[in-house]
């Protein structure tokens, strides 16, 4: 079974521009999820999302942040305009729709290193 | 707020022996609790899980004990192995929601 993929793996831009990252999620997983991880500290949910619709965003700084999922399927998160704070890896990670079953486990891609200089 | 707390950014530990690995959560309302292992300029990779219903799940060398009243859970290794060295992190949850802690970085020398 093929994993989560993301591209582009490594992207370094000036502030000021604009980037975009593409995910896959893992086939059959309802479920997709952007995350934003800064050196020395844990994953951090930006956006979520349920087939194409958003589940939650409370934590997307949606003044610069955007992301879609159309078709249910594959996902953008776009950064315009990056500022040098923005600087991380983001991860987007996949989960199967178990609606109370339990067994919340999600599955990472390799995430995007973004350096914003 | 900190809802996930790892205490220890490091750990080393001699291949062979126990890794214990230790996480704190405040919200009594997480009901699912994860382990993920970091490699660098990887993702991280699901490792083991326990529910709220449960005190210990093991899977092979691992196994992770939950503390309810104390609001603690652990992940031990055994026996550690160089290849175990990593990054790992702690996740808790009650919906399809994770918070993750801030990650202990494992050293495992021969």
């Known amino acids: 079974e093929a994993g989560v993929a993301q591209s582009p793996r490594y992207k370094i831009i000036e502030k000021r521009q604009s980037v975009a990252f593409w995910c896959n999620p893992i086939s059959g997983h309802a479920t997709l999820y952007w995350y934003q991880q800064i050196l020395g500290q844990g994953p951090k949910l930006l956006i979520q999302?349920?087939?194409?619709?958003?589940?939650?965003d409370s934590q997307l700084p949606k003044d610069r942040f955007s992301a879609e999922r159309l078709k249910g399927v594959d996902s953008t998160l776009k950064i315009q305009p990056a500022k040098l704070e923005d600087s991380a890896v983001y991860l987007c990670a996949s989960s199967l729709d178990i609606s109370g079953t339990g067994g919340y486990e999600q599955y990472f891609g390799p995430g995007t290193r973004l350096t914003v200089t | 707020d900190q809802q996930v707390k790892q205490n220890s950014p490091s750990l080393s530990v001699q291949e062979g022996r126990i890794s214990i690995l230790n996480c704190d959560y405040t919200n009594s309302m997480f009901d699912y609790f994860l382990w993920y292992k970091k490699y660098p300029a990887e993702g991280p990779t699901f490792l083991i899980s326990?529910?709220?219903?449960?005190d210990k799940n093991e899977d092979g060398r691992f196994t992770v004990f939950l503390n309810k009243s104390a609001k603690h859970l652990s992940l031990h290794i055994v026996p550690s192995q160089p290849g175990d060295s990593a990054v790992y992190f702690c996740a808790a949850g009650n919906t399809d929601k994770l918070i993750f802690g801030t990650g202990t970085r494992l050293q495992v020398f021969p």
């Open positions: 999302f349920q087939n194409n619709g958003v589940v939650d």
């Open positions: 326990i529910s709220s219903i449960k």
